[in-house]
């Protein structure tokens, strides 16, 4: 809470401090949408693959998601 401002279990991607980096995997953009926090525990979003571009600080880093 402390880093990002937001409780654990309702971090957004969308809202962190603009020096903090988002990695994701590429292949994140092959699936049909993924499911984020929201800023609230009791909600999380739903977003096509596309809109990870849109999270400031986005990176896609090859091999974080190992098989």
Known sequence: MELTGMMIGGVTAFALPADLPVYADPSLRYQEYVILGSGSRSS????????????????????????
């Open 44 to 67: 999380k979003i739903k977003i096509s693959p596309e809109d990870i571009g849109r999270i400031p600080g986005a990176r896609f880093i090859d091999g974080l998601a190992m098989s």
